[in-house]
């Protein structure tokens, strides 16, 4: 029956969450059990998009690419894949309407990824769009479980904490993005002058994104309100982290939470939560 393949399908997606992300591991946990699948499948989608740019050093990247995104169509098409990521993301994309022109923009995106790219200010905000934003949208559009008018709301706090989450991503993995694939997201930023000066202005544009994102995350609905608000918090713990070490610490080692203090960040959250400090 298709029944099993749809729940085998979810388990792979939820599997490869757990595998690659802790911390988005334990935020899906806090959010309400109804829309945790869903939110697994994208995970578990964008995370095998991003394994092709990121990974797949010894294979012909730019080709396994276009094939995942026609299989993406075709999945979405037919609403069928025999790929268990596929076939979870396109269940989801169809039981909560997601937006085609979200996952076009993010395939986009990894396409930028697939080759060395000098950043300017518009290329930059281009690739945060795609590869953050756009999937903050496709989180919201399943914690508003398809409300329009709550979606539309929420539209611009969602693609801020999507920003935000990336842009910590691009100091912790500093090194590993210039060091080994030869990436530059911030731009007009030379990495061999790369300094504590540099490295401050951008905290402070990240930080203030901190702050806006944090107004739409206490306007999410109860479903799904504190297990963002606990990925918020990693996140925020990191970058405190971050903020603390000099520019040439980052540029030699990736920055980590251990994983003892993020499940003293859950109980902490949880607190907060509980006492209406959110």
């Known amino acids: 029956m298709k029944i099993l393949f749809d729940q085998f399908s979810r388990k792979v997606s939820k599997c490869i969450t757990q595998q690659y992300s802790t911390s988005f591991s334990l935020g899906i946990m806090a959010l309400s059990p109804s829309i ?3 939110i697994y499948s994208i995970y578990g989608y964008v995370r095998l998009a991003d394994e092709i740019v990121d990974s797949f050093h010894d294979y012909n990247k730019s080709l396994l690419l276009e094939r995942f995104t026609e299989q993406t169509w075709q999945a ?22 997601i937006d085609r022109q979200l996952i076009r923009q993010f395939l986009h995106s990894m396409q930028m990824d697939l080759s060395p790219m000098e950043y300017d200010s518009a290329r930059y905000k281009e690739y945060i769009l795609g590869s953050a934003e756009v999937v903050g949208l496709m989180c919201l559009q399943v914690f508003v479980e398809g409300d329009a008018k709550a979606y ?10 999507g920003s935000v989450f990336q842009k910590v991503n691009f100091l912790r993995d500093l090194k590993d993005d210039y060091q080994v694939l030869g990436r530059t997201y911030f731009p007009n930023i030379e990495m061999s002058c790369f300094d504590n000066h540099i490295k401050r202005s951008i905290e402070a544009d990240i930080e203030a994104e901190f702050k806006e994102a944090l107004i739409g995350i206490r306007r999410l609905p109860p479903c799904s309100r504190f297990g963002v608000y606990l990925a918020y918090k990693y996140y925020w713990s990191l970058f405190r982290k971050i903020q603390q070490l000099p520019a040439q610490r980052i540029l030699q080692e990736r920055i980590r ?3 003892v203090q ?17």
């Open 36 to 38: 945790r699948p869903a």
């Open 76 to 97: 979405l098409d037919e609403r069928i894949s025999l790929n268990p990521v596929l076939q979870s993301f396109q269940e989801a994309v169809h039981r909560y309407q």
């Open 152 to 161: 539309d709301a929420l539209k611009p706090y969602a693609m801020k904490l």
């Open 257 to 259: 939470i251990p994983n």
């Open 262 to 278: 993020k499940l003293s960040l859950m109980m902490s959250s949880y607190v907060q939560y509980k006492v209406a400090v959110l």
